[in-house]
C-alpha cells in the first residue's frame, strides 16, 4: 500500500513538472509581446541626442523596464508554482496522515524542505542575476542590467559614426538626414532588441535564458523530490 | 477456468477514467480521491492477437486508434461483431494502451510468446545495424563490436526458452534463462545509461535499445513466475522498476530537446523553432519513457497480489493466454 502512495504522489509531481515547464515558457512568450511592445514605444519617443548617444537611452530608459518586467515574471510564475507543488506535497500529507504510520511522518517535511530550498523566490531571484551576468559577461554593460548590452554596442556605434558625419557636415539637408538616421537607428534598435529579448528570455545554446533557468529550476526540484521519495518508499 | 480468477473486463472503470474519478498508473487503477486499488490491469493473449502488427513504442494513441480499427474491420475476426470492436478499441484507448508500451513489454505480465519476441529482435536488430551505418564512427564502432553479438546471444536464449515446456525439469530451465536475460539486461542497461549521459543524444537510439531492454526485462519476469518463483519474481520486478527510474525519472522535454539541437550556429529565431520542435519530439519520448517506469514500478504490487491470492505464476500465465474475448482484463482485490 505504501509503495501504491508513492506511486500516486510520483505521478502527481511529474504532472506538476510537466505543466510548469510548458507554463513557463508559454507564460513568457505571451508576456514577452507586451514587453516588446513597450520597449518599442520608448523606442519611438526617442529624442535626437538618444540617437547619437543611445547608450544612455538604454541603460537608462529600456533597462529599468527590462528588468521591473524580469522581477515580475520570476515572481509571479515562481509564486504559483511553489503554491501549486506545496499542494501536491499536502496530499502526501493527507495520505499518510490517513496511512497513521509514525514512520513517515517525517516524510513531508522533507519534502517539503526541498521544495521550498529548490523554489523559493529568494533563491530563484539569487541564481537568475547570476546566470543572466554570465550571459553577459562578454557584452559592453555587465550585470543584471546589462541584458540589452549586446544590441548597445551593434547599434550604437554605427549610428555614432553617421550621426557624427551627419552634424559635421550640416547644411540644408542636415534636419532631413538626422530624422532619416533617428529613424534607421529606432528601426535598429528595435530589431535587434526583439532579437536579444528572444534569445535572453526564451532560449539560447548557453541554457542562460530566464525560460531555461526557471525550467532547470522545476526540473531539479521535481528530481529532488523523486529522489527522496525513493528513499522513502 | 476464468471464475478462479478474480478477473473481470475493464470497461466497468470507463466513466471513472473518463472523470477523473479513477486515474491509472502503469498498471494500477486507482481511486483519485481515496488513492485506494480498485483494479490490476493485465493484457491477455487476445490483446497480443490484436496488436500482431505491432504499433511503434511511442505511437500516439490517435494514430494507434485509426491504425487499430482499421486492422481489426480487415482482421478477418468474423465472429465478433463489429461494434463489440469498437468498444474494445474504445476501451484500449481510454487506458491509453499505445502509450503503455504494451506492444513491446506487455500490460501487468508479458504474454508474448518467445517467437514473437524474436521477431520483434530481429526487427530491432534491422533498425539499429541501419541506424548505425547513418550515425556517427562511435556507434557504427559499438554495433560492429558489441551489438551484433548481443543479439545472437538474446535470440539464443529465446529460442531455447520454447523448448523449456517440453523438458522433464522446467522449472530448473526458467530460472537459468532468467538469470542469462539479466546478463543482457545489465549491458543493455549501461548502453542507455551511457548515452542518456552523453552531450548528443539520438531518439531513435535510445527507442531501440529501451525496446530490447524492456523485452529482456519482461521475459526475465515471465520465466520466473513460469518457474513459479513468486518472491524472486517480485524481487525481480522492484530491481526492474528502480533501473527504470534511475535511468528515465531524470529525463524531462526541456533537457532533451536542448540535447537534440543540431551543431553550428543558426539564427536566433530559427534556433527557438528548432527548440520548440525538438520539444515536441521530446515530450512524447518522456511520456512513453514515464509509462514505461509506471508500469514497471506497479507489477511489483500485481505479483503482490497474486501471492496474497495464493495464485501460480504458471496457472496464471495459462489463463491470460488463453483468454479469447477481452483484450485487458482486471483483477479485482
Known amino acids: ?233 | 477456468m476464468l471464475d478462479s480468477i478474480p478477473f473481470s473486463i475493464p470497461l466497468q472503470f470507463a466513466e471513472g477514467l473518463t472523470d477523473g474519478s479513477i486515474i491509472r498508473i502503469g498498471s494500477l487503477l486507482k481511486d483519485g480521491a481515496s488513492g485506494q486499488i480498485l483494479a490490476h490491469l493485465q493484457e491477455t493473449g487476445f490483446a497480443q492477437q490484436l496488436l500482431s502488427n505491432a504499433v511503434p513504442m511511442f505511437a500516439s494513441p490517435q494514430s494507434f486508434a485509426i491504425t487499430q480499427t482499421a486492422n481489426l474491420v480487415s482482421s478477418g475476426l468474423s465472429n465478433i461483431q463489429l461494434h463489440q470492436l469498437k468498444g474494445m478499441v474504445e476501451g484500449l484507448q481510454l487506458l491509453q494502451y499505445s502509450n503503455i508500451g504494451v506492444a513491446v513489454a506487455g500490460l501487468g505480465v508479458s504474454v508474448l510468446g518467445f517467437m514473437v519476441i524474436n521477431k520483434k529482435l530481429k526487427e530491432l536488430e534491422v533498425s539499429i545495424s541501419d541506424l548505425s551505418g547513418k550515425m556517427s564512427r562511435y556507434f557504427q564502432d559499438l554495433y560492429e563490436r558489441e551489438m551484433r553479438q548481443r543479439f545472437s546471444n538474446i535470440y539464443v536464449l529465446f529460442e531455447r526458452s520454447d523448448q523449456i515446456p517440453h523438458l522433464q525439469y522446467p522449472v530448473r530451465e526458467w530460472i537459468g534463462l532468467e538469470e542469462k536475460l539479466a546478463f543482457e539486461s545489465g549491458f543493455l542497461r549501461t548502453e542507455i545509461g551511457h548515452h542518456l549521459s552523453e552531450g548528443r543524444f539520438n531518439p531513435e537510439w535510445l527507442n531501440l535499445l529501451t525496446t530490447t531492454l524492456l523485452l529482456c526485462n519482461a521475459t526475465r519476469i515471465h520465466c520466473l513466475l513460469q518457474g513459479n518463483e513468486m518472491a524472486a519474481a517480485q524481487h525481480a520486478s522492484k530491481v526492474i522498476a528502480n533501473t527504470y527510474t534511475e535511468l528515465f525519472d531524470g529525463i524531462s522535454q526541456s533537457r532533451l530537446a536542448n540535447r537534440m539541437m543540431p551543431e553550428g550556429v543558426r539564427e536566433v529565431g530559427q534556433e527557438l523553432i528548432t527548440y520548440q520542435a525538438n520539444q515536441k519530439k521530446a515530450k512524447t519520448i518522456v511520456a512513453g519513457l514515464r509509462e514505461v517506469t509506471d508500469s514497471a514500478l506497479s507489477k511489483p504490487l500485481l505479483i503482490e497480489h497474486l501471492i496474497s491470492k495464493g495464485i501460480s505464476g504458471s496457472d496464471f500465465i495459462a489463463q491470460i493466454r488463453a483468454q479469447n474475448q477481452y483484450p485487458i482484463v482486471l483483477l479485482t482485490p
Open chain 1, 1 to 233: 500500500m505504501e509503495c501504491a502512495q508513492h506511486l500516486t504522489t510520483r505521478r502527481n509531481l511529474f504532472i506538476w513538472r510537466d505543466r510548469w515547464l510548458e507554463k513557463v515558457e508559454t507564460d513568457l512568450s505571451s508576456e514577452l509581446s507586451a514587453l516588446k511592445l513597450n520597449l518599442d514605444d520608448q523606442i519611438e519617443g526617442i529624442g535626437i541626442t538618444a540617437v547619437i548617444f543611445n547608450d544612455n537611452f538604454i541603460k537608462k530608459k529600456l533597462h529599468p523596464i527590462l528588468a521591473e518586467w524580469l522581477a515580475m515574471q520570476l515572481s509571479s510564475l515562481m509564486r504559483s508554482a511553489t503554491k501549486e507543488l506545496l499542494e501536491v506535497c499536502d496530499e502526501v500529507v493527507e495520505v499518510q496522515s490517513i496511512d497513521s504510520q509514525l514512520k513517515n511522518l517525517n516524510t513531508p517535511q522533507k519534502l517539503l524542505d526541498i521544495a521550498t530550498a529548490g523554489l523559493s523566490t529568494a533563491a530563484v531571484f539569487a541564481a537568475i542575476p547570476a546566470a543572466v551576468g554570465a550571459s553577459t559577461a562578454t557584452v559592453s554593460v555587465g550585470g543584471f542590467l546589462g541584458l540589452l548590452g549586446v544590441t548597445t554596442t551593434v547599434v550604437s556605434m554605427p549610428a555614432v559614426v553617421v550621426g557624427s558625419a551627419v552634424i559635421a557636415t550640416a547644411g540644408i539637408f542636415a534636419r532631413h538626414r538626422i530624422k532619416k538616421v533617428k529613424t534607421n537607428t529606432q528601426w535598429r534598435l528595435k530589431e535587434n532588441m526583439a532579437a536579444q529579448l528572444q534569445e535572453k528570455v526564451l532560449f539560447n545554446r548557453e541554457g542562460t535564458s530566464l525560460n531555461q533557468i526557471l525550467q532547470g529550476v522545476i526540473e531539479s526540484t521535481t528530481s529532488k523530490l523523486l529522489k527522496e521519495l525513493g528513499h522513502v518508499g
